[in-house]
């Protein structure tokens, strides 16, 4: 199974308003409430397209309890390492008129000693059947900016790939650790290594130690990067739809690739984009369009 | 004591940003949190003015932790008649820059038949020590539209005094149950009786059966108005302020006057007036300015 690592998860609460009017009282039904946070994301869609995902993440407080019951409801198999702080919320504020989200998104709060070293023993221990081990998301406040280069350390020991999906420092620290794979976007990587140009910033990551590095460039599709060269994938015109959840759609293609043994980069950037794209297509963050198999084929393709 | 009744609490939730741009991501921090419901403001207040308050309400889901946790620090007496639905919450995102609160205010989710019972068997064994009862504020999806006016046929059984925040049906009724006090904001008294002059809407509801309406009109103040007359009261000067909460200050302030056993209707509404003002000038809604007792000197009234 895949395994997911999310230090910093989210209650996604999701309200709906004919049009959000700023300094006024709107009267809303009561919010959809899903579990949230990236690596949950990545492993609904690896369990929508065949595969098992195992969640490992933390609940803390009474939003905590709403994660649990989310995720149960689910069916998606999961560890919650109790801690103290509440699970932070992220609220989306949907204008049904404008068509857009507003989005208040905590910044969440710290995990103890304690609680961090928890959450390590259960990655040792649920690393033993994993096929992968992907590590998703920011960190919580005060996190070790070490704590996905670790993961990374910890997939080497068992042989299994791994796919990190951070910026900055923690992005940085996994490519020095030797991920398989690293996920950032454009953004993040040009945040991270301080250059613009997504293929030179990717090397600055392989040079650092990363195997490959896959860089989600909104509707212009994806690039992998490896030592050997550069792949790129992109549909012939932009989708319209819901982008959030499109790169962990991206990260779930790859971790089962990898975990199926697939290293063609080719075959890695045609999956994550074909993926990506089907996610953009399906409403919710975590899911992809049904037909999401179709996609591979209608992508155009450099290398 | 004061026993407030609230049948349709909520989470308050509240957000700060510097500036809310629709449409976009923000990153918060995690909000502040408050049990919240118009008959626990009115709670409050009357236990910072030295009054003994006792609050009745429902909770339900991990809201309703959130709520039974955030009462619990406040000290003031309760009790929570488990709900199965989750408590609402009432989400204010303030904006720092233009100093305006951008409220989603959730309608919350209907009691069952037994949930009701429970509530209503509550009340008749906390009316026994009660010297006024308060039922405040909007009443839950499918609730009953007499659940006020049984709490005021309830206060009558007692010989002990009833007031009434409410509006529409359930305010018609508590008005022919006999309420001895009603307070309506100018709006909400409008909608009732289908009159915009708010004399003219309150003999309605003096007609119906209330010994005293109490109409604020925001800025303007409030006036009093019974069988005898109609006296008003005001600040020479609007006040800037936090509004939220105004109208339940004056709920507290004739409450604990008609549980004194003060009914003159100039003094009513001079407190009424006075208390809603200071809690004008408090930042949280509930509160008070420490200098309350101060304001009602500077009132103009008019009888």
């Known amino acids: 199974m895949i395994l997911t ?33 990236k690596g949950l994301n990545v492993a609904r869609v ?22 649990a019951d989310d995720l149960e409801a689910s069916g998606l198999p999961s560890e919650l390492i109790p801690v103290a702080a509440p699970t932070r919320s992220s609220v989306a504020i949907v204008d049904e008129t404008a068509g857009t989200a507003t989005i208040l998104n905590e910044t969440g709060a710290g995990l103890s000693p304690a609680e961090w070293t928890a ?13 992968a081990v992907v590590g998703s998301g920011s960190l919580p406040p005060g ?37 398989d794979a690293l996920k950032p976007n454009r953004r993040e990587l040009a945040e991270t290594v301080g250059s613009d140009d997504p293929v030179a910033g990717a090397r600055i990551l392989l040079t650092a130690g990363a195997g490959l590095v896959l860089v989600s460039l909104g509707a212009d599709g ?27 759609a991206a990260v779930a293609a790859i971790a089962t690739a990898l975990a199926a043994g ?8 045609r999956r994550a984009t074909a993926w990506s794209a089907a996610a953009v297509v399906a409403p919710l963050a975590g899911e992809l369009d049904p037909a999401y198999e179709g996609y591979e084929a209608r992508l155009v393709t450099t290398s």
């Open 262 to 269: 697939v290293a063609d980069p080719a075959a890695l950037v």
């Open 143 to 179: 996190a070790p900016e070490t704590f996905y280069a670790e993961l990374v350390a910890l997939a080497r020991r068992r042989g299994i790939p791994s796919v990190i999906d951070a910026s900055g420092l923690p992005l940085l620290a996994a490519a020095e650790a030797g991920a």
């Open 46 to 67: 690896v369990a929508q397209t065949g595969g098992a995902a195992f969640v490992l993440t933390t609940a803390g407080g009474p939003s905590g309890l709403r994660l």
């Open 5 to 37: 690592v999310t230090p910093n998860p989210a209650v996604d609460l999701t309200y709906r308003v004919a049009a959000l009017e700023p300094g006024e009282t709107h009267r809303v039904a009561a919010p959809a409430v899903r579990a949230g946070g």
């Open 119 to 131: 959450l390590r023993e259960a990655a040792e221990r649920l690393a033993v059947p994993a096929t």
């Open 222 to 248: 994806m690039l992998a990067v490896t030592g050997d060269g550069v792949w790129s994938a992109r549909l012939p015109a932009p989708l319209a739809g819901n982008a959030t959840g499109a790169g962990d």
